[in-house]
Nanobody, 121 residues
Framework: VQLQASGGGLVQAGGSLRLSCAAS????????AGWYRQATGKQRELVAA???????IYGNSVQGRFVISRDNAKNTLYLQMDSLKPEDTAVYYC????????????????WGQGTQVTVSS
């Protein structure tokens, strides 16, 4: 399954953005999927993840502000980001795998091109 993230941009603190991740192939609906981010000089971290059955988990720093969702009919993963903070500035990536642990731990052999999110103060 190939993924392409989009929807990033420049936004003021307190603003909102909605990221999208388009998946190719027919297996996406059976996979878990996740959003990740990597800020300059930091390791990539899990932002949010969702199972094929719509169970979700969130990183502590985004809990209550971000919502992950999926539309299997459109083969698309979303991340609604509200109340953005300057510390949310990062390149955001999406990825998917049949194994939940792989998604939660971010143990992927390859990553697609991410989308830059910049939050100004």
């Amino acid at each position: 399954v190939q993924l392409q993230a989009s929807g990033g941009g420049l936004v003021q603190a307190g603003g909102s953005l909605r990221l999208s991740c388009a998946a190719s192939g027919s297996r996406f609906r059976f996979n878990a999927a996740g959003w990740y981010r990597q800020a300059t000089g930091k390791q990539r971290e899990l932002v949010a993840a969702i199972t094929a059955g719509d169970y979700t988990i969130y990183g502590n720093s985004v809990q209550g502000r971000f919502v992950i969702s999926r539309d299997n009919a459109k083969n698309t993963l979303y991340l609604q980001m509200d109340s953005l903070k300057p510390e949310d500035t990062a390149v955001y990536y999406c990825n998917t795998h049949p194994d939940w642990a792989t998604v939660v731990e971010g143990r992927f052999s390859s990553w697609g091109q991410g989308t830059q999110v910049t939050v100004s103060s």
